[in-house]
């Protein structure tokens, strides 16, 4: 089954961390680049970062130097460890290839 499934999503405080999985198929994830989307409360879905299957990464401006995406390619997982988080980056957030999204992992940052 050709599926894309996200995890670790909760809540957590202003200034504190969590990691996000993405659990892909292999035949999604072989030799693709993986992405991380995340959707506001009221607001567009946005592009968060981006990994190759060299391991090259991208950021959208507003998470660099606090996120940081990776792959596990004998596991064909993408995480994203979500460091100094702030409120916001509350948001529900999709692991994405192609033209598959997962059906996505909220995150809520509060005090």
């Known amino acids: 089954q050709v599926q894309l499934v996200e995890s670790g999503g909760g809540l957590v405080q202003p200034g504190g961390s969590l990691r996000l999985s993405c659990a892909a198929s292999r035949s999604i994830f072989s030799g693709n680049p993986m992405r991380w989307f995340r959707q506001a409360p009221g607001k567009e879905r946005e592009f968060v970062g981006g990994i190759n299957s060299d391991g090259n990464t991208i950021y959208t401006d507003s998470v660099k130097g606090r996120f940081t995406i990776s792959r596990e390619n004998a596991k064909n997982m993408v995480y994203l460890q979500m460091n100094s988080l702030k409120l916001e980056d509350t948001a529900v957030y999709y692991c994405?290839?192609?033209?598959?999204w997962g059906q996505g992992t909220l995150v809520t940052v509060s005090s």
């Open positions: 994405n290839s192609g033209a598959l």
